[in-house]
């Protein structure tokens, strides 16, 4: 491929019908080509993928940079490694007293080999608010993420889905409560590595105006005849066939004090 190199050795003269610096006009049609790149860039990545992350969950965000590394433009794929946003939201609701919070993480799972590889994040309840509680079961404030269906996950990983339940009654307790997390239990059928990435575990959520905490999650390996192996927040551990990962999500403090405390806060 032949390049055509050109070399500036003479200053520019001032052209009267250069586009003036900042030209609203221009600078629409620029972004809107440059965003065009990203979105294709989305579309071709989609459709060439092999990974149910990116071709299933739409985990995936495509972005314009300079050679500074600044950011031109972003496509609006939306990926769920923007679930910090769930801590941004937690502070600015918990500073303003509006809403709820949610369970402010989102449990990235991960296990594989040398021949397969996994990744998910796991839901807990969505966040309460005035006149309302949160829906047990359900990812906030973290975009568009779904869980791969039980099915596809057993049929194309050396795995078992033994229990997906809702944490009955753990969402933070008020006047109006938090939505239930989760308990999620993966038996392995092959060796892999396992690792977890996730919050919360030790530091409960808080309730708003009166509410009261959620509570922490947990994660841990069933290993039989043994005692469990603790993994903490963020862990990992070689696991073998037989062994048994649970992840119990954290949930959202409540909103409101309970009735109860409501009425007699109401007499005084």
Not at 175 to 204: K, N, T, Y
């Amino acid at each position: 491929h032949k390049h055509l190199l050109l070399e500036k050795s003479l200053a520019a003269k001032p052209d009267n019908n250069a586009v003036p610096e900042g030209d609203p006009v221009m600078v629409e049609i620029f972004n809107n080509q440059f965003m065009s790149i990203a979105e294709q860039m989305g579309i071709v990545l989609r459709n060439t993928s092999s990974s149910v992350n990116i071709k299933e969950r739409l985990d995936f965000s495509c972005a314009v940079f300079d050679l500074s590394g600044k950011l031109i433009a972003n496509a609006p794929h939306i990926s769920v490694h923007l679930g910090s946003m769930e801590a941004a939201a937690n502070a600015l609701f918990g500073v303003l007293g509006v809403l709820g919070m949610s369970q402010g993480t989102m449990n990235n799972l991960t296990f594989g080999n040398e021949e397969y590889q996994y990744y998910e994040t796991i839901c807990s309840g969505a966040l309460a608010g005035p006149g309302f509680d949160g829906n047990a079961a359900v990812h906030t404030h973290m975009t568009n993420s779904r869980l791969t269906d039980p099915e596809v996950h057993e049929s194309r990983f050396p795995v078992v889905l033994d229990k997906f339940v809702i944490r009955r009654g753990s969402g933070g307790k008020g006047r109006w409560q938090a939505g239930d997390g989760v308990e999620r239990r993966i038996r392995f059928l092959a060796d892999m590595h396992c690792a977890i990435l996730s919050g919360h575990r030790e530091v409960p959520l808080a309730g708003i105006n009166g509410g009261q905490a959620g509570e922490v999650g947990h994660n841990w390996i069933d290993i039989p005849g043994q005692r469990a192996l603790q993994l903490g927040a963020c862990g990992e551990a070689e696991v073998q066939a037989g062994h048994t990962v649970v992840i119990q999500t954290p949930t959202g403090g409540g909103f409101g004090p309970s009735k109860k405390e409501h009425f007699f806060k109401n007499e005084e």
